[in-house]
């Protein structure tokens, strides 16, 4: 392992408050924090423009669990002062839900906030049947009564499925909006607009056992060593670990020691909890987090 890798053994850079989808506030989640041993986090509130201008259209939220960008300063404001408060050190991040077509006011509200850190993740794939994406000058597409997405760690993938021509088409579809997501996150770095961004839910079918089966390891192999080539940061996520039998987070440990062996920066810890108790379960995996890359060749732990 290279010098200038980095694994982050006790900290946390993946977590969720009221501000989204979550159920505690960052005051509530940074104590747990700070009571859960970790010695740095970063709270990633849910952030889409696409989502975002769709609610305030609608007059209620769509998308399930992104802030409204006019709540971001405060919440941004919030952090700080807990920081300040528990004397911990926290990170002022967001998770971007990934659009090719919401590249540049994703930029642009990126460059306006200014956060610590970035998460990238493709949580949703379009409806192929009623579906327009949004077209040039901020008109949002039309969406039709079956829904615009699909969050992809939902209940049912079915329609998704049918739509696509099966399970192979659709998991295609996911790795090219994976790989077009890496190249925008190299290209926020490249440009100076933020410097620290990581790719979170690297499999994002969490609840579909029959896609993760038929996901070949090519394809988590180019994956992981396009986000190693690019310079982006890799979460390993503990998010489902002992829920239904699931006993790997993802990716898996194999994968993240790849992304690891192709020159990976940086492999983090994310609980992606939700509530204080989703925290304080989460950090109960650190130590299986360190026992795997115990063998790696000196890393480079930071307290």
Not at 23 to 33: L, P, Y
Not at 138 to 146: A, C, E, I, M
Not at 213 to 229: E, N, Q, R
Request: glycine letters at 10%; hydrophobic letters at 40%; a negative charge.
């Amino acid at each position: 392992m290279d010098a200038d890798q980095k694994i982050c053994y006790r900290h946390d850079y993946h977590m969720h408050t009221a501000y989204g989808d979550g159920e505690d506030s960052v005051d509530a989640m940074v104590a747990a924090a700070k009571e859960s041993g970790c010695s740095e986090i970063a709270i990633t509130e849910h952030l889409s423009p696409f989502f975002a201008g769709l609610s305030g259209q609608a007059g209620r939220k769509i998308g399930g669990m992104t802030m409204m960008p006019e709540d971001a300063e405060i919440y941004l404001d919030e952090i700080s002062a807990a920081e300040q408060r528990y004397q911990l050190q926290v990170l002022k991040g967001f998770e971007l839900t990934y659009f090719e077509f919401d590249e540049d006011p994703s930029r642009r509200l990126i460059e306006r906030l200014k956060p610590d850190i970035l998460l990238l993740a493709v949580h949703n794939l379009e409806l192929l049947l009623g579906w327009e994406r949004p077209g040039k000058g901020g008109n949002p597409g039309r969406v039709d009564s079956k829904g615009h997405s699909v969050y992809l760690g939902g209940d049912s993938l079915d329609e998704l499925e049918r739509q696509y021509g099966g399970i192979k088409n659709l998991c295609a579809a996911y790795f090219r909006r994976l790989h077009d997501a890496v190249d925008f996150g190299a290209g926020l770095g490249g440009e100076g607009i933020c410097s620290d961004v990581g790719i979170a839910h690297l499999v994002v079918f969490e609840h579909h056992p029959q896609f993760n089966m038929w996901i070949p390891p090519s394809l988590i192999d180019y994956a992981v060593g396009h986000i190693a080539k690019s310079g982006l940061a890799l979460e390993v996520n503990f998010a489902k670990m002992g829920k239904g039998g699931c006993t790997q987070p993802r990716p898996s440990f194999e994968a993240a020691a790849r992304y690891l062996s192709k020159g990976g920066r940086r492999l983090q810890f994310a609980s992606d909890a939700h509530s204080v108790e989703d925290l304080k379960r989460a950090s109960v995996h650190f130590p299986m987090f360190q026992e795997f890359f115990k063998g790696v060749e000196a890393p480079l732990e930071i307290k």
